[in-house]
T-cell receptor
Framework: GAVVSQHPSRVICKSGTSVKIECRSL??????MFWYRQFPKQSLMLMAT?????????EQGVEKDKFLINHASLTLSTLTVTSAHPEDSSFYIC?????????????FGEGSRLTVL | GENVEQHPSTLSVQEGDSAVIKCTYS??????FPWYKQELGKRPQLIID?????GEKKDQRIAVTLNKTAKHFSLHITETQPEDSAVYFC????????????FGGGTRVLVKP
């Protein structure tokens, strides 16, 4: 199946700093990538949808100026958490989808655990 | 937008017994319903999925049923094993909406040996 790679897997940063997380589709071109956030013992909550070459679409309640998404190519999307605070500590997971007959299936990255001190 | 409800939130079963998890969805236009298994600190893994043109699908010990009229779908795991212990998520999406998946709240399954 398709492979999505996410980096870094873990990051610890000080409050007020920015953190960038990369999501790459390794063996396919991802027409759309999604960014999810998962707090401990909770479900995956969609933060935003990014399409290559266009602005991301953010879900209600997600600050676009705080969570910057860039989808510069069909194989790379990045999420930057700006001015991170302890409440931003979470598990961030990207996923990608392709067009074609199996439209619908998502391929997930390994996830990035962010801890803000 | 789509809303997916999942029950129960926790499920404890004896090894060898069956486990059933149920989900309902709100958007009748949704046409893709995957189930994921997630172990602690890891990415969700797709275990089975079903599309709206099918009522039931089975893969070894795992089966999923879909009732479009009632807008609910269920996961059935038979002959449970300790390695089935994990958190399971149902989800729903509409291909025309760009495959945006909405997840249920999750079910923590514990299989007791």
């Amino acid at each position: 199946g398709a492979v999505v790679s996410q980096h870094p897997s873990r990051v610890i940063c000080k409050s007020g700093t920015s953190v960038k997380i990369e999501c790459r589709s390794l063996d396919f071109q991802a027409t759309t990538m999604f960014w999810y956030r998962q707090f401990p013992k909770q479900s995956l909550m969609l933060m935003a949808t990014s399409n290559e070459g266009s602005k991301a679409t953010y879900e209600q309640g997600v600050e676009k100026d705080k969570f910057l998404i860039n989808h510069a190519s069909l194989t790379l999307s990045t999420l930057t958490v700006t001015s991170a605070h302890p409440e931003d500590s979470s598990f961030y997971i990207c996923s990608a989808t392709t067009s074609g007959p199996n439209t619908g299936e998502l391929f997930f990255g390994e996830g990035s655990r962010l801890t803000v001190l | 937008g789509e809303n997916v409800e999942q029950h129960p939130s926790t499920l404890s079963v004896q090894e060898g017994d069956s486990a059933v998890i149920k989900c309902t969805y709100s958007d009748s236009a949704s046409n893709y319903f995957p189930w994921y298994k997630q172990e602690l600190g890891k990415r969700p893994q797709l275990i089975i999925d079903i599309r709206s043109n099918v009522g039931e699908k089975k893969d070894q010990r795992i089966a999923v049923t879909l009732n479009k009229t009632a807008k609910h779908f269920s996961l059935h795991i038979t002959e449970t094993q300790p390695e089935d212990s994990a958190v399971y998520f149902c989800a729903a999406s509409l291909a025309a909406a760009g495959n945006k998946l909405t997840f249920g709240g999750g079910t923590r399954v514990l299989v007791k040996p």
